[in-house]
């Protein structure tokens, strides 16, 4: 089984920046890609950046230049980061990170989530 447990969320104001974490334990051997999503009050839950255990990456049009994600691996864990600027009033969300499964892919796993909401 696999654990994902976000932080660094909160309140920041519209221009500003935040990183979220995501530390990820247990069976990391398990996963494939993983990344962050993130569902606004009356929205969907919409991708916003993933990344492969090979370094691929995509980010979703509209965090194209101000979001940047990243992962790293100790041992036996992963940490997974969305560095975020330029902060506006439409990425004020639940921002939830998300693991696939390495087999199968229907498979995922997920987070918590960390609230963010950007004010002006």
């Known amino acids: 089984q696999v654990q994902l447990v976000e932080s660094g969320g909160g309140n920041v104001q519209a221009g500003g920046s935040l990183r979220l974490t995501c530390t990820t334990t247990g069976s990391i051997y398990s996963i494939n890609r993983m990344g962050w999503y993130r569902q606004a009050p009356g929205k969907e839950r919409e991708l916003v950046a993933r990344?492969?255990?090979?370094?691929?990456?995509?980010?979703r049009a509209s965090v194209k230049g101000r979001f940047n994600i990243s992962l790293s691996r100790d041992n036996a864990k992963k940490t997974l980061y969305l560095q975020m600027s330029s902060l506006n009033s439409e990425n004020t969300a639940l921002y939830y990170c998300?693991?696939?499964?390495?087999?199968?892919?229907?498979?995922?796993?997920w987070g918590q989530g960390t609230q963010i909401t950007v004010y002006s």
């Open positions: 990344i492969s255990s090979s370094g691929d990456i995509f980010y």
């Open positions: 998300w693991a696939e499964h390495l087999v199968d892919s229907r498979r995922a796993y």
